[in-house]
């Protein structure tokens, strides 16, 4: 079976600091990944997806980045944190058009 | 017009009753159509996929209403462990899968 896993669970950041988030996915190969962003009480908001490796679309254009080293491993950086940057960040995988997302666990990320 | 868009409650209501959310798109090409179900604090998570003949699965009946662009979610004898937000989310149509999601409908069932 499938599973997805994203880590840190919490992180606490200053402003102005890297950031570096991680996702894999096991058990499928060449799966659709994404990076969503959830702000305190509201919507998901789609920053980055990606259909194969070094393939990276980016939604909206802000303070992040995405890279895709491995068919199975995603990553959300920043060079330099900002407040704004704070919320509940998703990373899911899909196997492909039009399929359902599954969702790793999220990172609670509050920039101070 | 937002592309997905939902009431956001809070839907109060008792065990034991029915409920239902609606929720409208924008895009008319749109093909694929979920609800999930998030709890405060976690992922959200595949409560069932909306298929255009309706379908249901236990208490849960969704439907799809091509004409109008809006889609529905009825909950039928609530449980306490409904509460959580449901989420409407539709496909972009487009070469990759790109789904939109609502801001989500707030369900607090009570004793």
């Known amino acids: 079976s499938q599973t997805i896993h994203q880590w840190p669970a919490t992180l606490v950041q200053p402003v102005g600091s890297p950031l570096s988030l991680e996702c894999t996915v096991e058990?499928?190969?060449?799966?659709?990944l994404y990076w969503y962003r959830q702000a305190a009480g509201r919507g998901l908001q789609l920053l980055f997806y990606?259909?194969?490796?070094?393939?990276i679309s980016s939604e909206v254009p802000q303070n992040l980045s995405a890279s895709r080293p491995q068919d199975r491993q995603f990553i959300l950086s920043s060079k330099k944190l900002l407040l704004s940057d704070s919320g509940f960040y998703l990373c899911?995988?899909?196997?492909?058009?039009?399929?359902?997302?599954?969702f790793g666990s999220g990172t609670q990320l509050s920039v101070l | 017009r937002k592309e997905v868009e939902q009431d956001p409650g809070p839907f109060n209501v008792p065990e034991g009753a029915t409920v239902a959310f609606n929720c409208t798109y924008s895009?008319?090409?749109?093909?694929?159509f979920f609800w999930y179900r998030q709890d405060c604090r976690k992922e959200p998570k595949l409560l069932m996929s909306?298929?255009?003949s309706g379908n249901e699965d236990g208490r849960f009946t969704a439907q799809l209403n091509r004409a109008s662009q809006y889609i529905s979610l009825l909950i039928r004898d609530s449980k306490l462990s409904d509460s959580a937000t449901y989420l409407c989310?539709?496909?972009?149509?487009?070469?990759?899968?790109?789904?939109?999601f609502g801001a989500g409908t707030r369900l607090a069932v009570h004793p």
């Open positions: 895009n008319s090409a749109s093909q694929s």
């Open positions: 909306v298929y255009s």
């Open positions: 990606s259909v194969g490796i070094g393939q």
């Open positions: 899911a995988w899909a196997k492909g058009i039009n399929e359902k997302l599954f």
């Open positions: 058990g499928t190969s060449n799966p659709n």
């Open positions: 989310v539709v496909n972009l149509s487009g070469g990759y899968n790109k789904l939109i």
